[in-house]
């Protein structure tokens, strides 16, 4: 029976230390993010990586990003940083930006697909933040649902698609949904937006120059 805990003032702090007490343990929840449900796992832990391409019947050769805590979480997972990078964390995160990096050598290759890159995001919900700091872990960053299939915005969603085969899905109402996280891809020159989302080609270029 997949636990739900659904989210209120009240009981946030003890709803934070739960899923980073399962995260730690290996294993694997759904929370709200500003756009849609997160499938998140300890993106350290190969086993949870894997579980995350069971529940989903993803493909290993799909990259998988993470979300973490704080800006400076991201110098264990990547090789280097750049002034770009720094300009486009300034600007838009935390917020619906992920960045493609070059991975450091430790990441593991069910995240990057073995492309050697890895998507990284600080989201501008708070409660997928506080989990990842709470863990001491990145999160993985995925949408809550099976692969091909639509993305969830309620908690009920995701139940109904992948519910049995996940251990708890936070519920925090309804996530705005419409959009998903922009992606962008600044290991290459020009850099390449990978997907548009939230943050418009547009909005991103007044950064790039």
């Known amino acids: 029976m997949t636990n739900v805990w659904k989210l209120s003032p009240e009981q946030s702090e003890e709803i934070i230390s739960r899923a980073a007490a ?10 709200p993010t500003e756009t849609f449900y997160g499938l998140g796992a300890d993106a350290t832990n190969e086993q949870a990586l894997s579980r995350i391409f069971d529940i989903k019947g993803r493909a290993f050769h799909n990259p998988i990003s993470v979300i973490i805590s704080a800006q400076d979480d991201i110098y ?3 090789k ?15 917020g619906p930006l992920t960045i493609v990096f070059n991975a450091a050598e430790n990441v593991s290759a069910l995240l990057t697909a073995g492309s050697g890159k890895i998507g990284i995001r600080l989201p501008g919900h708070p409660l997928p933040r506080l989990i990842a700091e709470k863990s ?9 649902n099976l692969s091909g299939q639509p993305e969830c915005v309620t908690a009920d969603k995701v139940i ?4 049995v085969k996940i251990d708890a899905v936070i519920d925090g109402g309804v996530t705005p949904g ?7 891809d600044i290991t290459c020159h020009p850099p390449a937006v990978l997907r548009e989302g939230v943050i418009t080609k547009k909005s991103l270029a007044k950064i790039i120059g």
């Open 22 to 31: 399962l995260i730690s343990r290996g294993g694997v929840i759904a929370y």
């Open 76 to 78: 264990p997972l990547i």
């Open 160 to 163: 109904e698609q992948i519910g």
């Open 136 to 144: 001491g872990r990145p999160l993985t960053a995925t949408s809550a």
């Open 178 to 184: 419409e959009k998903a996280s922009t992606i962008i």
């Open 80 to 94: 280097n940083s750049t002034d770009l990078a720094d300009k486009l964390m300034k600007s838009f995160w935390p």
